[in-house]
């Protein structure tokens, strides 16, 4: 079954719809893409992020076209914090494509952030009102990427509001009729079908098991790419 994530290798969740607006970039020649998010798309330590290595992929897979990739990524921020940039960071960018990578932030509440992060409610507020400012305010797809499967948010402290979040992204998502990436189903797969340890998903330097390792962010990438080749995919056959 195509995108089947209970299959070897695990592969992701299809897009919902079809990424029109970026086939018809595509098509012209010329795609923009604007990545914004918290650490996961900034990078953390050594790991490069996921942006970094997803534009050579889509450059290989689309050789007529000219893409180009703007990272607008803040480690340690949330949605509210990110709104805030949308006017400049985003928008002002005329994307064909917005990936916007929201909700670890305000689940995972690191106790070293000063002032600490946005809560659940002013976390997914700020989702919706920023869906909201992208369909009034740009012509381009969005994709939502939800959280990471790690330790850090699966402790029993947090692994309720770690899966609440999730839902809540899928549901305004859906409201909205823009795309998810679920990262979250994507990296579990990787645990429970694939048999992968958390101790070569986690970066070996985060002592907190939040962040991706190098190895995990290099399959997040091949599964972002494959995702939004098949949403093409799926523009061009409607």
Do not use: C
């Not at 679920?182 to 694939?194: D, N, P, Q, Y």
Request: charged residues 20%; negative net charge; hydrophobic residues 40%.
């Amino acid at each position: 079954m195509d995108g089947d994530p209970s299959q070897i290798p695990v592969e992701p969740i299809p897009f919902e719809h079809g990424l029109f607006h970026l086939a018809q970039a595509l098509r012209r020649g010329q795609a923009r893409i604007v990545a914004i998010g918290s650490s996961t798309t900034s990078g953390e330590g050594d790991v490069i992020p996921y942006p970094a290595r997803l534009l050579p992929l889509l450059q290989q897979h689309y050789p007529n076209a000219g893409i180009v990739m703007v990272n607008r990524g803040a480690g340690g921020q949330e949605a509210p914090e990110e709104l805030k940039r949308f006017g400049s960071d985003v928008i002002a960018e005329n994307p064909d494509l917005v990936i916007w990578q929201v909700g670890t932030n305000a689940v995972w509440q690191s106790p070293n952030n000063i002032p600490p992060p946005p809560s659940f409610t002013e976390t997914t507020a700020a989702i919706h009102d920023g869906l909201v400012m992208l369909r009034d305010r740009t012509q381009a797809d969005v994709i939502l990427m939800d959280l990471q499967y790690l330790p850090a948010v699966l402790t029993p402290a947090k692994k309720d509001k770690a899966i609440a979040m999730v839902e809540v992204i899928g549901e305004l998502s859906r409201d909205a009729g823009v795309n998810v990436f679920r990262r979250f189903a994507f990296m579990k797969g990787l645990v429970e079908v694939e048999g992968v340890s958390f101790d070569r998903m986690v970066n070996p330097a985060d002592d907190h098991r939040l962040h991706q390792s190098d190895w995990v962010t290099g399959r997040l990438t091949w599964a972002v790419r494959l995702a939004i080749v098949r949403g093409v995919d799926k523009a061009r056959l409607s």
